[in-house]
């Protein structure tokens, strides 16, 4: 096990609504990356938190925003859900200083 | 142009087999690379980290050739338990984004 958790594991949501996961990181870990897995794809960057800051951000439209709290837990929310919204999002936790990621077991969502 | 690519298989092969996957980078500043294992609707697990000299574990054997912005996975002797996608995963260097590959999947048949 990673010492990474994510929640909810699934979650259904219907277009137009808004969503919030989460993610607590490993401990001694200062960095959460988040990720989108849609089907048959590999994990694509969507943004990444460091000491409550963001700290780089991938090509995703600003409907996508997150937190990152003093615990380094993290939030990723997403407005106005899209059909093409629906994938596997996927927390990272690392350090800076390391260059290894370890992941959470994933929020399944679900847009209807 | 992708930032990483895959061959995306699917790889069958008999158990006891020795199988190779490859990935390509487009960024020559990439300074870290990685395989990561994903099981069917699992996480991604690290795999193992390569390496400019080569580096192995067990039966399995990453390659990275700078020069040629190619990253390499050997598997010897397959199992059953082997099956799954393996990710190849550049990123920049410390911290910051990771850029995934599709996976290549591969199939163990008894």
């Known amino acids: 096990e990673t010492g990474v958790t994510q929640s909810p594991t699934h979650l259904i949501k219907t277009r137009g609504q808004q969503v919030t996961l989460r993610c607590s990181s490993q401990s001694g870990h200062n960095t959460v990356s988040w990720y989108q897995q849609a089907l048959g794809q590999g994990p694509q960057f969507i943004f990444q938190y460091y000491r409550e800051e963001e700290n780089g951000r991938g090509n995703f439209p600003p409907r996508f925003s997150g937190l990152q709290f003093p615990n380094y837990s993290s939030e990723l929310n997403v407005n106005a859900l899209e059909l093409d919204d629906s994938a596997l999002y996927l927390c990272?936790?690392?350090?800076?200083?390391?260059?290894?990621?370890?992941f959470g077991q994933g929020t399944r969502l679900t847009v209807v | 142009r992708k930032e990483v690519e895959q061959d995306p298989g699917p790889f069958n092969v008999p158990e006891g087999a020795t199988v190779a996957f490859n990935c390509t980078y487009s960024n020559s500043a990439s300074q870290s690379f990685f395989w990561y294992r994903q099981d069917c609707r699992k996480e991604p697990k690290l795999l193992m980290s390569v390496y400019s000299s080569g580096n192995e574990d067990g039966r399995f054997t990453a390659q990275l050739n700078r020069a040629s912005q190619y990253i390499s996975l050997l598997i010897r002797d397959s199992k059953l338990s082997d099956s799954a996608t393996y990710l190849c995963v550049v990123g920049p260097g410390t911290g910051n984004q990771f850029y995934f590959g599709t996976g290549t999947s591969l199939t163990v048949i008894p």
């Open positions: 990272a936790s690392s350090s800076l200083e390391e260059h290894e990621a370890f």
